[in-house]
């Protein structure tokens, strides 16, 4: 799978109509810990984008960081598979696309050739089939905006 990063705030703290820098200064970023490959990929690329916020707080867990960002009227960027994980919060949640250069990430399987028999191939279509038919729908529902954040990658074909 492949995923744009997205910005999540606490509903109605952000308007895409006004400005983003001066509206996320005000606003606490509720961050993934640097700790987490996530949380390192975010904040190298606030410091890309030269947007440097005071860090209040961050967690290790998606659950934490959604339910902080709702909870505190504060943002954070996140990715849709992320997103879903925290779905109890879907309702006190907005989702925007980034107001400034993109973030992705891609999520692999991979296995060694000749080990493990068909599981593999097994485990590729599951997660596929999964990803289309539960997950994709349910982030459309929850982020119509930015449908197109989550791309699911066929088993055994290269990233675009």
Not at 11 to 40: F, H, T, V
Not at 44 to 54: C, G, S
Not at 113 to 137: I, K, V
Request: some cysteine; aromatic content about 8%.
């Amino acid at each position: 799978v492949h995923e744009h990063f997205v910005l999540v705030a606490a509903k109605g703290c952000y308007l895409e109509s006004q400005d983003w820098r001066s509206q996320l200064a005000l606003l606490p970023l509720i961050q993934y810990s640097e700790n987490m490959p996530i949380g390192q990929l975010v904040i190298t690329h606030l410091k890309r984008i030269k947007f440097d916020v005071p860090r209040r707080c961050s967690f290790e867990t998606t659950r934490a960081v959604i339910a902080t960002v709702a909870k505190t009227g504060g943002w954070t960027l996140a990715t849709p598979l992320s997103i879903l994980d925290a779905n109890r919060f879907r309702e006190e949640i907005d989702v925007f696309p980034l107001p400034f250069a993109g973030l992705s990430r891609s999520v692999f399987l991979i296995n060694r050739l000749d080990e493990l028999g068909t599981l593999p191939e097994m485990l590729a279509n599951t997660f596929q089939r999964l990803l289309q038919d539960e997950l994709q729908p349910e982030f459309e529902k929850t982020a119509p905006n930015v449908a197109n954040a989550l791309e699911i990658i066929s088993p055994g074909s290269s990233q675009k």
